[in-house]
Structures are given as structure tokens and as C-alpha cells.
């Protein structure tokens, strides 16, 4: 698999500014990992992430999947995968040890019953391959602005209720430190071959303090299932925000145990 660079110039001129940051540290991250055909997405959205993500010169992933049929559509139209599919994640049509890399970017955390899709993957990832996932860690509401507000006037009854609001307006159902998802992955039959945090309290901040700017590219994207009415103005707009303040916000910067938002793992069957 070739994989494109310059990620967060891309990413700034087709989404909203937090959601660019983000995702080109996780691009970034499976950028730098081995991707093995026949490679499968768990969770592919509109396509937007493979289409930053992938070199159009190389060959397509293999297959995507989403239950979102509007989703699936719109990832119809990059043309980055071989085949997308309309499914849930518990239940993928394909053979037993299909795939030799799965990967699925921040999605995880929004699937309320997690553990039937890892028993999914475990069926379908062969029993060399391995499985590249981006996820929160227990840290990633906490480094919210409200939060860390809160907790420094010593209010923190208030700031445990802003943190669950938070995960419910984000729908994060998981959001765990290193040891719990590792005793998850071990409960479905996955163990992690690799893994580190990243997202510094100061980026998550950032992007936390820029996504009430977004409200209205939120609302384009519930009605025409993409974030700008007016696609060309963006670009314009885009490079005005590849500058070096948000460039070295937009760095991906590996962080000590226990100190990340997010985290990264490389799993491999038991």
C-alpha cells in the first residue's frame, strides 16, 4: 500500500479545522504501519480518510464497510476501495481469515456493543495479519476546556457531569487507558503487538476550543453529507489555515504512558 504525505494540507481544505487536525495525526499513524492486501476498513464513513490517506497511484483498499448507506455513497465517488459494502460491523460478509490487515480509524469508541465486532474481526483477520486501530483514552474528556476549568476551581462533581455530557454529545461509549483495552482485546482474542499515545493536553485543548467555530459546517454535513457548501471557496480559504501555528498543531507527538487523548494499537490474533 502507498500512502500520501502532507496530510494536514489535504485534510484542511475538505474539513473543518479540529477535524483536520485530528485525523492527520492518525493518518500519520497508519501512514507508518505495514498494510498487507487484502487490507479491510472497518468503519470507512464517506471515504474521506482513504481519500487522504491512500496514494491514488498505488493499488485500492480492498474493501470498506459502514451501515450508513449515504455514507457509503459518497465513498463510491473517490473511488479508493475495491468494494464497499452496506453492514454493520458484528456482521461483515466475507470468509473466515479473510484479511491480513484491518484497520478501523476512530471508530471504536462510537459502537455501544464493541466487543461483537472485535469477535468479527478475530473471525476474519488471517492468522498472520494484523489490526491498526485509533481510539481515546480515559485523558481525552479530561483535556477538554470545561474540564480542566472546572478542576481548577476544585469543582469536579461539575466537571465529572460536563465529561459525561461530552462523551454523550461525541457518543463515546469507550474511552479506557492502556490496560483496559488490552484486557478487551484479550477477552475477543486479540493481543497488542504494539501501541503508543499520542494527542498532547495542549492539542486536545486546541481542538477542543476550535469546535464550537465548526457548528455550521456540521450542520452542511447532516444536510449534504459533506462539510462545505462550496467546495472551491474552501480550498481558497485552506491556505490561509496551512500556517505554522495549526501545521504544528496538526504534528503528530507521541506521548508517555498515561498522558495521551488518543492511542494507537497494532493487534494480532492470540
Known amino acids: 500500500m502507498k500512502f500520501k504525505t502532507d496530510f494536514f494540507r489535504r485534510y484542511i481544505a475538505i474539513a473543518p479545522l479540529p477535524l483536520a487536525t485530528e485525523r492527520s495525526w492518525e493518518c500519520e499513524v497508519q501512514s507508518a504501519q505495514e498494510f498487507m492486501h487484502p487490507i479491510l476498513d472497518i468503519g470507512c464513513g464517506d471515504g474521506i480518510f482513504a481519500r487522504n490517506l491512500v496514494d491514488e497511484t498505488g493499488e485500492k483498499i480492498d474493501v470498506g464497510i459502514d451501515p450508513n448507506a449515504r455514507e457509503i455513497d ?9 468494494e464497499l459494502i ?8 466475507k470468509e473466515d481469515g479473510s484479511f491480513n490487515t484491518i484497520f478501523s480509524n476512530s471508530v471504536m469508541e462510537h459502537i ?5 465486532v472485535l ?15 485509533t481510539l481515546p483514552t480515559d ?30 454529545f461525541w457518543a463515546h461509549y469507550h474511552y479506557y487507558p ?36 465548526c457548528f455550521f459546517a456540521f450542520i452542511v454535513k447532516k444536510v449534504t453529507n459533506r462539510w462545505f457548501i462550496f467546495p472551491l471557496l474552501r480550498r481558497v480559504v485552506s491556505q490561509l489555515l496551512h500556517v505554522p501555528l495549526f ?16 492511542i494507537f494499537f497494532a493487534l494480532q490474533k492470540l
Open 74 to 82: 459518497r465513498a463510491e465517488q473517490f473511488d479508493f476501495y475495491d
Open 86 to 93: 452496506v453492514c454493520y460491523g458484528d456482521n461483515i460478509p
Open 112 to 116: 455501544p456493543k464493541i466487543e461483537p
Open 119 to 133: 469477535q468479527e474481526a478475530h473471525r476474519l483477520l488471517s492468522e498472520s495479519g494484523k489490526m491498526y486501530l
Open 139 to 168: 485523558k481525552f474528556d479530561r483535556y477538554s476546556l470545561m474540564s480542566r476549568l472546572l478542576e481548577s476551581v476544585g469543582l469536579k462533581g461539575a466537571a465529572a457531569k460536563w465529561r459525561q455530557f461530552y462523551n454523550s
Open 178 to 213: 492502556r490496560g483496559e483495552w488490552e484486557a478487551m482485546f484479550a477477552r475477543n482474542g486479540l493481543k497488542i503487538v504494539d501501541s503508543f499515545e499520542y494527542a498532547s493536553k495542549g492539542q486536545c485543548l486546541f481542538n477542543d476550543m476550535m469546535n464550537p467555530l
Open 247 to 262: 501545521s504544528r498543531v496538526a504534528k503528530l507527538k507521541k506521548q508517555p504512558k498515561g498522558q495521551g487523548g488518543l
